[in-house]
């Protein structure tokens, strides 16, 4: 597996534990070090490299499943696509937890609090994630967190497990009911392969 974008939070941890062999790349040398010192830490051998996501240093062809958690909302979206695809095995899949950029209630959050977001985000819209289909022969998008936002104020309360649960929920009978909602959620998993 390779983990494309990684760092101290980063999925290689769990993913090791589970047997998995993991490679983990990010542009980031601080990311690096602190992935690696998580990991000697936590007894597990795992590879950590600073790499350009964008130009990997990797052999075709060597990669069943690559994934990534908020990584291609950084990264020019053809280049990036085409570096999967290009280290994925005949038959490898890969999965992606990115932000959307449809919603007008979260653009606006976004635009009120720049010092949150790093200058080369650019949350995914419809073309973007057409673009990066355009590059396999399967994709699958799932769409989450619509009516779910309306508990943020809520994240400290004993209660929030129980109402996340309840308003997501209500968003896959939007979602199933009204298709064309899905593009306003905050976050969606992209499936290729």
Known sequence: MLEYGCGPGSYAFDLAERGARVIGVDISPVAIELA???A???GLDIKFSVM???SLDLPDGSFDIVCGSGI???LDLARSA???RRVLKAGGRAVFLEPLGHNPIINWY?????HLRSVDEHPLR???LALIGRHFEHMTVRMFHLTTL???PLRKSPGFPAIVSALDAIDRGLFGALPPLRKHAWSCVIEVS
């Open 36 to 38: 690696r010192k998580s």
């Open 52 to 54: 350009n996501a964008e």
């Open 150 to 152: 309306a508990a943020v």
């Open 40 to 42: 000697s830490d936590r």
């Open 126 to 128: 419809m073309d973007d």
């Open 110 to 114: 976004r635009r009120r609090t720049p």
């Open 82 to 84: 085409a570096e999967v």
């Open 72 to 74: 291609l909302h950084h």
